[in-house]
């Protein structure tokens, strides 16, 4: 992968969640939020995400059909960060990819973040202060 894309998806992550953490209240925290702690946010997500979880049209990618979950959730206050990866089964020994949205818990919306579409190594930190 190309050094320069590789520096925009990071910086593209980095942004993401510092302007996130930017507009946060002191005591106010971006919380990374697991499937036990919400399930009803996590249900929702996956139904509002349907399209985005949907397998890879067979046509297109034989024999392999991609498989897609919520990896990640980030929430502060009425916004998320919605990572999504991609393996290429369930099962699939092979490190896959992530996709990042933007999501309105309030509204049900979800938009692409520009230049996190396609990442391959995603590391998230801790930007409190």
């Known amino acids: 992968m190309n050094i320069k894309l590789v520096a925009r998806i990071v910086s593209s992550f980095f942004l993401c969640f510092s ?5 946060a209240q002191p005591g106010e925290d971006v919380k990374s939020v697991s499937e036990k702690e919400n399930t009803a946010l996590w249900a929702r997500i996956r139904s509002d995400f349907h399209d985005e979880l949907r397998p890879d049209d ?8 991609a498989y897609k979950y919520i990896h990640r ?3 502060y206050q009425n916004s998320a960060v919605v990572i999504v ?5 369930k099962d699939s ?20 973040i520009k230049g996190a579409e396609v990442v391959s190594v995603l590391k998230l930190l801790n930007l409190s202060a």
């Open 19 to 23: 302007a996130i953490s930017a507009v």
């Open 58 to 65: 067979p046509v297109r990618v034989a024999p392999v059909l």
């Open 73 to 75: 959730v980030a929430v």
């Open 85 to 89: 990866g991609h393996l290429e089964t």
């Open 93 to 112: 020994k092979y490190p896959g990819y992530f996709s990042a949205f933007n999501y309105s818990v309030e509204s049900r919306a979800r938009e692409p």
